[in-house]
Nanobody, 125 residues
Framework: QVHLVESGGGSVQAGGSVRLSCAAS????????MGWFRQVPGKEREGVAA????????YYADFVKGRFTISRDNAKNTVYLQMNSLKPEDTAMYFC??????????????????WGQGTQVTVSS
C-alpha cells in the first residue's frame, strides 16, 4: 500500500523559512516524478513545484520561483520543499503527490496517483 507522509509544516513569520518533507513507501519511488501542491479553503489545489524521478529536472510555479526549492533523496524515498522568503499569501495546506511517469509531464492534480494527507504552513505578517 502506498503511503506519502508530509512533515515540517508550522507557523513562521513573513520572510522566514520552512522545509517540508514527504516520505514515500509502498512503491518504487524513484520511477515517478513528485510534486508539491497547496490549497486554501474555498480555492482549487494549485501546483507549486515538481521534480523528475531522478531529480535532475524541476518545475516551479511562477509565484514561488526564486524562493522555493524542490529536491529529492531517492535513497531515503523522500522529497523536500525548501521554502524561503515566505509571504502571508503562502499560507496553505501543502500536499505532496506522486506523478504517473518518470519525467514531469503535468501539474494537473488529476495526473497524480497518490497523495499525502497534507501539512499546514501559516505565514504571519
Amino acid at each position: 500500500q502506498v503511503h506519502l507522509v508530509e512533515s515540517g509544516g508550522g507557523s513562521v513569520q513573513a520572510g522566514g523559512s520552512v522545509r517540508l518533507s514527504c516520505a514515500a513507501s509502498g512503491y518504487t519511488y524513484s520511477r515517478n516524478y513528485m510534486g508539491w501542491f497547496r490549497q486554501v479553503p474555498g480555492k482549487e489545489r494549485e501546483g507549486v513545484a515538481a521534480v523528475s524521478g531522478g531529480g535532475s529536472d524541476t518545475y516551479y510555479a511562477d509565484f514561488v520561483k526564486g524562493r522555493f526549492t524542490i529536491s529529492r533523496d531517492n535513497a531515503k524515498n523522500t522529497v523536500y520543499l525548501q521554502m524561503n522568503s515566505l509571504k502571508p499569501e503562502d499560507t496553505a495546506m501543502y500536499f505532496c503527490a506522486a506523478g504517473r511517469t518518470y519525467a514531469i509531464t503535468s501539474m494537473s492534480p488529476l495526473d497524480f496517483n497518490y497523495w499525502g494527507q497534507g501539512t499546514q504552513v501559516t505565514v504571519s505578517s
